[in-house]
């Protein structure tokens, strides 16, 4: 995989003074772990959806999360589970299915009882499915799993908890659970390839949905839960990226929608994050472009990790407008130059606008 490929050559020139390089399920986790992107859910009962998407990842170039969860009705398991063997076999059936063809695919599953109906479906297809996404995810759970997934001999799956549950959100019991799910990734970070957040389950504990009128940040329930999960589990120790939350509001041709979606993945990056789920198509572009590294960020990122060891610790930055300490961005610097070597670096003067005009 390589994002932004389909980009006509001239066009990539203009664009990109560092093109984003290739990457696979077997690239280096310190690489890998920063590529989730745009991180598209599909039902696993949507055969068409599935099979599309994968086919046509070329365009797109994103990791696929195929959802046995919430995206499947109380009695459709049967066929939900039925519908993903079935694709996976006639996927792995096809020509082009080779690893450095096939998007990162994942399978999210509802509970343990449901991970083992699936045994024999994830040991079949082990070769070219990267990883398992747990909703509602605790620190026992994550250790069920990977106990789990181990006993399936299945040692090379990556696993991505998702924090969305009542235990990380009421004041009396969630320093108790945010300390027990640290403990746990800290156990098994080797397989822990990033931390999710669900904030539409949040909010739906408080009977809130989202509105086209408000940014995620305008929401104090929001805000304080997204504080929460970077305080306790943005750590060096750990060094496992978090990712962005969805928004179902999915019409890009609305203006305001729109504006306030760019706003929001905006915010995401400032406040740390790295990525975004998505549900629809027209959301890919916009999380995608917006993740490339601008030429400034990067020049800063390339001079402080260059001049870190040096004598002096502060100096102008390339811009002229601010100044680079060595020190205290450092952590920034090294997270730049990883997300430039995936997403790549914009040319000097050229934003994201430009980026998604191309990728039409």
């Known amino acids: 995989m390589k994002y932004f490929n389909y980009i006509e050559k001239e066009k990539l020139e203009h664009i990109f ?8 399920k077997n690239s280096n986790k310190d690489i890998l772990k ?9 039902p696993a009962n949507k055969y068409n959806q599935i099979y599309k998407s994968v086919v046509n990842q070329e365009k797109e170039a994103k990791p696929l999360a195929i959802c046995l969860e919430d995206a499947i009705g109380e009695f459709g398991e049967k066929e939900a589970i039925e519908s993903l063997e079935l694709v996976l076999d006639d996927l792995s059936k096809q020509v082009f299915c080779k690893l450095d063809k ?3 695919i994942f399978i999210r599953v509802k509970n343990i009882d449901q991970l083992k109906k699936i045994k024999n479906i994830l040991i079949k297809n082990k070769e070219f499915i990267t990883g398992i996404i747990i909703p509602k995810a605790n620190g026992v759970l994550l ?3 990977v106990g789990i997934l181990n006993s399936f001999g299945l040692d090379n799956l990556y696993i991505i908890p998702i924090i969305e549950s009542s235990y990380f959100i009421y004041k009396e019991i969630k320093e108790e659970y945010f300390r027990e799910m640290y403990s746990s990734i800290l156990n098994h970070k080797d397989r822990v390839l990033g931390i999710r957040i669900g904030l539409t389950d949040v909010l739906g504990m408080y009977g809130i949905r989202r509105k086209r009128e408000f940014c995620i940040y305008d929401n104090l329930i929001a805000t304080s839960f997204i504080e929460d999960v970077i305080n306790y589990l943005n750590r060096d120790e750990l060094d496992i990226p978090i990712s962005a939350g969805v928004s179902e509001l999915f019409n890009m041709d609305d203006e305001k929608i729109r504006e ?3 706003k929001e993945i905006k915010l995401d990056r400032y406040h740390g994050f790295v990525g975004k789920t998505v549900i629809h ?3 890919i572009e916009i999380v995608q472009a917006l993740s490339t590294i601008s030429y400034e960020d990067y020049m800063d990122a390339k001079d402080i990790i260059e001049n870190y060891h040096s004598e002096i610790g502060v100096k102008k930055s390339s811009n002229g407008d601010k100044m680079n300490e060595y020190k205290p961005h450092y952590k920034w610097a090294k997270k730049i130059m990883k997300l430039a070597y995936i997403y790549g670096v914009l040319n000097k003067g050229v934003d994201y606008n430009e980026l998604i005009e191309a990728s039409r």
Do not use: T, W
């Open 17 to 24: 003074y560092k093109k984003p390089q290739e990457f696979d």
């Open 34 to 42: 920063y590529a989730l992107g745009a991180f598209l859910y599909v």
């Open 102 to 104: 096939l998007p990162l």
């Open 143 to 145: 250790k069920a799993f």
């Open 260 to 262: 306030l979606y760019i």
């Open 281 to 283: 198509p027209k959301q």
